[in-house]
Structures are given as C-alpha cells and as structure tokens.
C-alpha cells in the first residue's frame, strides 16, 4: 500500500516507524510536489499535517483533494489551537480522520487506522449506487443510514441506527418497508460485511482481529453474515467476486424483495349426493343378491 504524506519531520517519522511493515510511504516537501506524488503513485491514503511549515492557509490542499477523490486523507497533527483550527477547515471540506501526536499515533493505532481507511472508498462507491433507493427516506434517517455504512463500528445494532436517525424501531422499520429498503438488521449486516470485504481482500489481518474490530462476539458470527450476505465462505470471497461484483450483491441486498405469493388453493371437491357413498352403490350394484335355500337345493339338485 502507498501513502502519500505532507508532514513537519517528527510526525513523519513517526507515521514511517510505525508503517514500516504495512505501508510505503512517500514524503513531500511542498504542495507542488505533494500533487505530484498523487498522481505518480497509486495511493490509497494522504497523510498530511494541517501546520506542515510551508503550508500557510491548509485550504489550498482543498484542490488537491477534489483531483484525487479516491484518496482517503487522514490529518495528523500535534495538539495545539492552530491545529485544531486547520483542521476543522478541512473537516469542513469532508476529512473525516485524525490523529494526535501522543495521544493516540501509537504504531498498532497508526497501523490500524490506515489498515481501515481504504474501506471508505467501498463503502462511499455502494452508496453512490444505492442513492437513488436512499434518496426515498426522510433526510435524518437516510444521514445515518450513511453514517452507518462509513463507520459501521459505530452502530454494531439496529437500536444505534435508530437513535442516529433520531426515531423508534417501529417507525424506523415501517418507515424502511414503506420505502422499499431492507430490514435494518440486514443494513447492519451489510455495512459490517463491506468492511469485512475491505480487510479480507487488503491486508493480512486474522479473522478473528477482523471480528473483534468490528464489533463480532465471536470469528463464526462474521463467517456466518459473510455468508448470509454474499453466499460464500470469508476464506474465499475475496478470490472469488472483485469489487463490482461483491458490491452489487450487496446494493442488491438493500432492497427489500417482494413477498411470494401464496399459491391458489386447491378447487373444491364436487358435492357427493346424499346417501350411500358412489363406491358402495357401485358394489352393491356388481354383488349378486344370494338365492333362497330352496332355490338353491333346487339348483344344486
């Protein structure tokens, strides 16, 4: 993995120390070169410090931003009010990720963050495909609804959904039914599954750190969702569907499918007319009647 970073020297050093086994990372001097970089390099993750010396406004890294799209950005940044406030204004502007110069940059925490970044830019292509579905629900339903797929960590159940979007189970259940949306579980289930995708197909994380991080009781608990969601084992869904194809199972698991209709009952059996059943007259008809004894001794004499 390729990490582009825009750093004063004791972060980068930092971010190299800690990536040194998971990531390569690229360093730039200046704007100019960190958009070069981007470009040159097929990087998943930019890392830039909002206080970098040469950086006067961190706004003019806004452009960048917008010509790589694809490239998730993380600030990283020592603690301090001119920090704070150079990343708000990129907070601003949709950077969502930020870590603290001793407070949490250990190295398993670094790794860990750009371990999971990369899964945004799944979960953002799934909601690009499901917006005209999402587009039906009333504007703070839908919000966590996307909140839900870009931090699914965040709303391990359906009650966290519900409590984001500000409403009840019940009404946040019609509401999803009205629209035509899957049951809340099954959204639950597939933001966490996208995540699982991401780790499976991008690092060599066990499945059972895979679990815990995303909120499994146990690694069976994720097989079996994995399984539930895309029809296959997590040992060889990676292998077996790329992106497009996982991602339009799931879009395809966020509608909610039509009930089967219940097949038409059986006619009515025709009314028998009343009396003996058809089968014993016919008997009776076909049994001769016994002679009398005297006609028979006759008979027989």
Do not use: N
């Given at each position: 993995?390729?990490?582009i970073?825009?750093?004063?020297?004791?972060?980068?050093?930092?971010?190299?120390?800690?990536?040194?086994?998971?990531?390569?990372?690229?360093?730039?001097?200046?704007?100019?070169?960190?958009?070069?970089?981007?470009?040159?390099?097929?990087?998943?993750?930019?890392?830039?410090?909002?206080?970098?010396?040469?950086?006067?406004?961190?706004?003019?890294?806004?452009?960048?931003?917008?010509?790589?799209?694809?490239?998730?950005?993380?600030?990283?940044?020592?603690?301090?009010?001119?920090?704070?406030?150079?990343?708000?204004?990129?907070?601003?502007?949709?950077?969502?990720?930020?870590?603290?110069?001793?407070?949490?940059?250990?190295?398993?925490?670094?790794?860990?963050?750009?371990?999971?970044?990369?899964?945004?830019?799944?979960?953002?292509?799934?909601?690009?495909?499901?917006?005209?579905?999402?587009?039906?629900?009333?504007?703070?339903?839908?919000?966590a609804?996307?909140?839900?797929?870009?931090?699914p960590?965040?709303?391990?159940?359906?009650?966290?959904?519900?409590?984001?979007?500000?409403?009840?189970?019940?009404?946040?259940?019609?509401?999803?039914?009205?629209?035509?949306?899957?049951?809340?579980g099954?959204?639950?289930?597939?933001?966490?599954?996208?995540?699982?995708?991401?780790?499976?197909?991008?690092?060599?994380?066990?499945?059972?750190?895979?679990?815990?991080?995303?909120?499994?009781?146990t690694?069976?608990?994720?097989?079996?969702?994995?399984?539930?969601?895309?029809?296959?084992?997590?040992?060889?869904?990676?292998?077996?569907?790329?992106?497009?194809?996982?991602?339009?199972?799931?879009?395809?698991?966020?509608?909610?499918?039509?009930?089967?209709?219940?097949?038409?009952?059986?006619?009515?059996?025709?009314?028998?007319?009343?009396?003996?059943?058809?089968?014993?007259?016919?008997?009776?008809?076909?049994?001769?009647?016994?002679?009398?004894a005297?006609?028979?001794?006759?008979?027989?004499?």
């Amino acid at each position: 993995m390729d990490v582009i970073a825009y750093l004063s020297d004791p972060l980068l050093y930092s971010l190299r120390a800690a990536a040194r086994s998971a990531a390569t990372v690229h360093a730039a001097t200046g704007t100019r070169e960190f958009d070069a970089l981007l470009t040159l390099h097929p990087a998943s993750i930019a890392v830039v410090d909002p206080q970098v010396p040469g950086l006067r406004d961190p706004t003019a890294l806004l452009p960048i931003f917008e010509r790589h799209a694809a490239v998730q950005v993380i600030a990283y940044a020592t603690l301090s009010p001119a920090a704070m406030r150079g990343y708000g204004l990129l907070a601003s502007h949709g950077v969502r990720h930020l870590m603290l110069r001793g407070v949490d940059d250990a190295p398993e925490r670094i790794r860990a963050l750009l371990a999971s970044v990369p899964g945004d830019t799944l979960s953002q292509i799934l909601l690009r495909m499901a917006e005209p579905l999402l587009a039906r629900l009333p504007l703070p339903l839908g919000r966590a609804v996307e909140e839900l797929f870009r931090d699914p960590h965040r709303m391990p159940d359906v009650g966290d959904l519900a409590r984001s979007a500000g409403i009840g189970r019940r009404t946040l259940d019609r509401t999803l039914e009205r629209c035509g949306i899957a049951p809340a579980g099954t959204l639950v289930r597939a933001a966490r599954v996208v995540r699982v995708y991401h780790y499976l197909r991008g690092s060599r994380i066990p499945l059972k750190a895979i679990a815990g991080t995303l909120g499994y009781l146990t690694p069976r608990g994720l097989t079996s969702e994995v399984c539930l969601m895309t029809g296959f084992l997590p040992s060889s869904l990676a292998r077996e569907l790329d992106p497009e194809d996982f991602l339009a199972r799931i879009a395809d698991r966020m509608r909610r499918t039509s009930p089967v209709p219940a097949p038409p009952a059986p006619p009515a059996p025709l009314a028998r007319p009343a009396g003996r059943p058809l089968a014993s007259r016919v008997r009776a008809r076909r049994t001769p009647s016994p002679l009398p004894a005297r006609l028979r001794a006759k008979w027989h004499g």
